[in-house]
């Protein structure tokens, strides 16, 4: 049995090293070198092994073919600048220029890409694959309308190209056109069912709107063939933390780390996950924690309200049953127009939960007041469309978005009424995420609370 494990390692081994070799090293045997990785990720070990080896070989008469494998090896291995520096040696050919684009695309050269990938075309590669790729860091760059011609001059390609109904969802998605960027991404699988961009997107919509466990899935098969985006990895470790599986997500961060052992996010991400994983939890508490989390989190939007019931909490900036909990009869019936009516309305409406008015503050928590942003008559009408801007528009990452939804944080003004210890509050909420934002609202020249 030993003996016939140690054959299948040995084919495994030589899977990898002769599709490096292959003579011609061309498009075909990237994407059979693709599949190989794809099927067993442990490959990729191998492939770091053979990538080294032919370094050493070749060591002093480097000839730009070798060049050329070297630099898609190192591509398909995360190491993009790496993966630059050998291309670049690898001469005028369309695959090393197409892998050029792609190694640029994900160190977000965007201008670099796009000239790469136009060179791919015209060094013989083929033309529409390189174009639809072009169209792509043309749209990533904010060139919105010339990408959009690029797809509208490749129409042909609909319902037989998987990379052109991606783009054509990735336009969609620009335009915040979720749902039918979502059946664009559907229609990009049914034709490429590992087609990494359409995985990765589905994911994140599914991310979104709080479907965990289709995100999950999505980004698990977006892991699976090479090169992996980064931003899967570390996605999905952080909704394995939100489940408790400490251990899933510390193999994501491993997995991140071994393509990049600098990654700044990976590694801290990693750290905390070991400390979690080994916290002790009471699990029953811990259930009856996430039930009334849930609870708290309920809109008010969701029961049958009076108008006027409805204007005085969203003029108060209440939006959940949790921010009720926080508030008091007494800061009820001050904001104008809302009476005893509304008032024993609103208690009802909390009563039929189990919940009750400044419930939260009995056990000590900070005031809803103390969270809100408060009206300033002296703000220009430039500051505030600023502090009304939605906060999807600091295009936040997963963890610190999710931070923003569970404290019902919707604008940048809300998000500015709170400090850095508020915000460290939230489950899975680090020092990594806190300078985040820090640095998204210092682009808008502005701060937390406080600081």
């Given at each position: 049995?030993g003996?016939?494990?140690t054959?299948m ?5 030589t ?6 070799d ?9 994407a059979?070198l693709c599949e ?6 442990s ?5 770091r092994?053979?990538v ?7 060591k002093g ?35 090393a ?17 796009a000239?790469?990938?136009?060179g ?11 174009e639809?790729?072009?169209?792509g860091?043309l749209?990533r ?8 011609q ?8 609909a ?8 783009q054509?969802?990735?336009?969609r ?5 979720l ?11 049914s034709?490429?069912r590992?087609?990494t961009g ?6 994140y ?8 466990e ?13 090169p992996?985006p980064l ?7 952080v909704l ?25 996010r ?6 905390d996950c ?27 939007t969701?029961?049958e309200?009076?108008?006027?019931s ?20 007494a ?29 939260a503050?009995?056990g000590?928590?900070?005031?809803a007041?103390d ?16 502090l ?8 936040l990452s997963?963890?610190a ?19 850095g ?6 489950k ?16 808008f020249?502005?701060?937390l609370k406080?600081?």
């Amino acid at each position: 049995m030993g003996e016939k494990q140690t054959d299948m390692a040995e084919l495994m081994t030589t899977d990898v090293r002769a599709l490096l070799d292959r003579n011609p090293f061309d498009n075909t045997a990237v994407a059979d070198l693709c599949e190989v990785l794809g099927r067993d990720p442990s490959r990729y070990r191998t492939l770091r092994d053979a990538v080294a080896a032919m370094r050493d070989r070749e060591k002093g008469s480097m000839r730009p073919d070798i060049y050329l494998r070297l630099g898609v090896g190192e591509v398909l291995l995360g190491r993009y600048q790496s993966g630059l520096d050998a291309l670049d040696k690898a001469g005028d050919v369309g695959l090393a220029h197409f892998h050029r684009g792609l190694a640029l695309e994900n160190l977000q050269r965007w201008g670099e890409a796009a000239e790469a990938f136009e060179g791919a075309a015209k060094a013989g590669y083929d033309a529409k694959q390189a174009e639809l790729h072009r169209g792509g860091v043309l749209r990533r760059s904010g060139r919105i309308e010339e990408a959009q011609q690029i797809l509208s001059g490749l129409e042909t390609l609909a319902g037989s190209s998987a990379e052109y109904h991606y783009q054509r969802g990735s336009l969609r998605a620009a335009e915040g056109e979720l749902t039918q960027a979502a059946a664009e991404f559907e229609k990009a699988l049914s034709l490429d069912r590992d087609h990494t961009g359409a995985l990765f997107e589905l994911a994140y919509i599914n991310d979104l709107y709080g479907n965990d466990e289709a995100a999950v899935e999505y980004y698990k098969r977006c892991t699976l063939r090479p090169p992996v985006p980064l931003a899967a990895l570390i996605n999905l470790g952080v909704l394995y933390e939100d489940e408790m599986r400490f251990r899933d997500a510390e193999s994501c961060y491993r997995r991140v780390l071994a393509f990049d052992p600098n990654h700044s996010r990976a590694r801290l991400f990693f750290k905390d996950c070991r400390a979690s994983k080994d916290m002790y939890y009471d699990e029953e508490a811990e259930r009856g924690f996430t039930v009334l989390r849930q609870l708290l989190e309920i809109p008010v939007t969701d029961f049958e309200l009076s108008v006027r019931s409805r204007n005085c909490l969203r003029k108060m900036n209440i939006r959940t049953l949790g921010d009720l909990t926080r508030t008091t009869e007494a800061a009820l019936l001050a904001s104008k127009n809302f009476g005893e009516t509304s008032l024993s309305e609103i208690k009802e409406m909390m009563s039929s939960k189990g919940l009750r008015l400044g419930m939260a503050l009995e056990g000590g928590e900070r005031a809803a007041s103390d969270l809100r942003v408060e009206p300033v008559e002296e703000l220009s009408q430039e500051e505030k469309a600023l502090l009304a801007k939605p906060i999807s528009d600091l295009n936040l990452s997963v963890r610190a978005r999710k931070c923003m939804t569970k404290l019902g944080i919707q604008t940048v003004g809300e998000l500015i009424a709170h400090t850095g210890d508020e915000l460290m509050e939230c489950k899975n909420f680090g020092v990594t995420s806190l300078n985040e934002v820090r640095e998204k609202l210092a682009e808008f020249n502005l701060k937390l609370k406080n600081e």
